[in-house]
């Protein structure tokens, strides 16, 4: 048994593939078959069950792998000490953007003391592209804010983010009450600015106006794929949106945009996202359970 062999059979499990296991470690197909082989001849173990769904360790294949993930540490560990700096593991995330900018810095900083052993990778795109992302294995765990993008993932819900209607601070919007619901009239007589298609607080605000506007429609004045845009053109009287609260705050708090509740947006969330029927393992699983434990202090 050799290090080789370890390293091998760790990426196979991690990516759930000999092929994509081949293309992380640099080496051929075959030579990663030859490698696991190698592995289950000397400990006289099938490690590893191959079939249609993809491949899945057995009860034995399980142990090794904490084993092996220990033993690699600790050799990582032994050369940075002794001055030889060992290639850091990487977590792939990938977010949408209201969790990637809002949340995530904090994260990979707690995180980053926690396990500094452990490089993060993050991707912010939309809640679409981070749920197909994570079904596709580009990334090991994703973060999105709408549950119903990918039936194949597992949404688990981590915290509130209300949206809400972002107007100028302007006329007829400034005359409006504080902290009262928008007028239905002007939600859909207003020009209105809208993320794409694949953004989660799009979706959910479609779903919004299908519960409680009988399938009413807004007049879309301009598609920007950035919240920063978005509120700018808003700020500077093009229309009108919906978005999440803690995007905008800093606006509202300088007075360029005023907030409108909607009725029930309290009931967003944002996700925590695996795939379905894949175990995580080890530093995703690591950082998955930490996400979980620590995401109320990492708010405060």
């Known amino acids: 048994m050799d290090f080789n062999q370890l390293t091998t059979f760790v990426a196979v499990v991690e990516t759930g593939s000999f092929s994509r296991a081949g293309d992380k470690l640099f080496i051929s197909q075959p030579t990663v078959t030859t490698q696991v082989k190698l592995l289950e001849q000397e400990l006289s173990q099938q490690l590893l069950i191959r079939s249609t769904n993809g491949i899945r360790t057995t009860a034995a294949g399980n142990k090794i792998y904490d084993y092996a993930k220990r033993t690699l540490r600790e050799q ?13 593991q990487q977590i792939n995330i990938s977010a949408s953007s209201i969790p990637g900018q809002y949340l995530m810095p904090r994260i990979i900083a707690a995180f980053h003391k926690f396990n500094p052993a452990v490089r993060l990778s993050l991707s912010i795109s939309d809640s679409a592209k981070a749920c197909k992302d994570v079904l596709d294995r580009k990334a090991d765990i994703g973060f999105c804010g709408s549950s119903g993008f990918e039936p194949g993932c597992d949404y688990c819900p981590i915290t509130d983010d209300p949206l809400v209607i972002i107007t100028p601070n302007i006329p007829p919007y400034d005359a409006l009450p504080a902290g009262k619901n928008f007028p239905e009239e002007l939600l859909t007589k207003a020009a209105f600015v809208t993320r794409e298609e694949g953004s989660g607080s799009r979706r959910e605000f479609e779903i ?17 794929n950035d919240n920063q845009g978005i509120i700018n053109t808003v700020a500077a009287g093009g229309g009108i949106s919906v978005m999440s609260r803690r995007a905008a705050a800093d606006y509202k708090q300088m007075g360029r945009l005023l907030f409108f509740p909607l009725e029930g947006s309290a009931d967003r969330k944002l996700y925590l996202v695996r795939r379905k029927r894949a175990k995580l393992m080890g ?9 979980l434990n620590n995401i109320k202090i990492l708010q405060r």
């Open 208 to 224: 919004w106006l299908h519960r409680h506007m009988n399938k009413g429609n807004v007049n879309i004045l301009a598609l920007i």
């Open 283 to 291: 530093d995703a699983e690591e950082f998955y359970k930490f996400v």
């Open 76 to 88: 990582q560990n032994l050369l940075t000490e002794f001055g030889k700096v060992a290639d850091l």
